[in-house]
């Protein structure tokens, strides 16, 4: 059975689609400005020259073609245009719900991933704390879960978490360390 998508996920892609539309919508007014300008600049010798078509190497005239390079000869048929234009269309509507898709796929990872404290919280020091007073926070709390300290008979868990605490004051101590003696110098 397929996987039921996110009720949040199927409004973005609508919003996707609604907004592909109306981009191609207006790039495909500005394409045609573009076109009639360049067909009004062709030559009267280019017209009635056969252009040979980038895509399926066909040859058209010059009033038959969407596009037309008039240096090199080649074209886009009316055919091979559409192909390309919903194919570009296609395009972006996939880039922009493999986007969507991403960014739901991060805001739920980072609703199950916990919240790292920063170092400051960690210590219970003030943001712009001394390196005095850092270390005295560091000591204070080091001393009363450092692994060295557990009983013997305590439980693996109970010694992997004060080792884990432990890492995680040396972290924060060393962090906020190196900030103070780079913001010093």
Known sequence: ????????????DDAIDVAVDNLFDRAGEVV???????RAAVPEEYLR??????ACRNEFMAEQVEMV???NGFCLC???????WEAGKEKVRYLGRKTAEQRAHRQDHRRTT?????????????????????????????AAVHPDI?????????????????????????????LRTAAER
């Open 150 to 178: 557990i009983p013997a008979g305590a439980s693996s868990a109970e010694k992997e978490a004060a080792r884990a605490k432990f890492e995680e004051l040396t972290r924060a101590k060393e962090v906020m360390v190196k």
């Open 69 to 71: 390079h008039l240096t």
């Open 32 to 38: 045609e400005r573009i076109r009639d300008k360049q």
């Open 78 to 84: 009316p055919n091979c245009f559409k192909f390309l």
């Open 114 to 142: 916990p919240q790292r404290k920063r170092a400051y919280e960690v210590l219970g020091v003030s943001p712009d704390a001394t390196v005095a007073e850092i270390q005295k926070a560091y000591r204070r709390l080091a």
């Open 49 to 54: 020259q056969a252009f040979t078509c980038a």
């Open 1 to 12: 059975m397929p996987r039921r998508r996110n009720r949040g996920l199927d409004l973005l």
